[in-house]
Nanobody
């Protein structure tokens, strides 16, 4: 079983920055991928950024503003978010993929508002 500790969310003004962190622990074994998805009110869960076997993928909305980083030795993934917009308001979920499939974090609220 994999568990997560997520941190770094909160309320920020448009144009501001936040850094999300996620640390996984438990029976992890080999990690295939770690990343972040988000779900805005009334919408489905969508990819924000992911690192899979050292290949990094960003959503179009994240490109140029967000940066994902991972530490494979510590099983952590972070998301630096700059130039935040109200449309970035959502619950952000980290995930880890291993031989048992995908496990999700509990989610962390990010609110961008003036």
């Amino acid at each position: 079983q994999v568990s997560f500790v997520e941190s770094g969310g909160g309320l920020v003004h448009p144009g501001g920055s936040l850094r999300l962190s996620c640390a996984a622990s438990g029976n992890i074994f080999t990690v295939y991928a770690m990343g972040w998805y988000r779900q805005a009110p009334g919408k489905g869960r969508e990819l924000v950024a992911q690192s899979r076997e050292h290949i990094i993928t960003y959503s179009d909305s994240a490109k140029g503003r967000f940066t994902i980083s991972t530490d494979n030795a510590k099983n952590t993934v972070e998301l630096q978010m700059n130039s935040l917009k109200p449309d970035d308001t959502a619950i952000y979920y980290c995930h880890l993929d291993n031989l048992h499939g995908r496990t999700w974090g509990q989610g962390i609220q990010v609110t961008v508002s003036s």
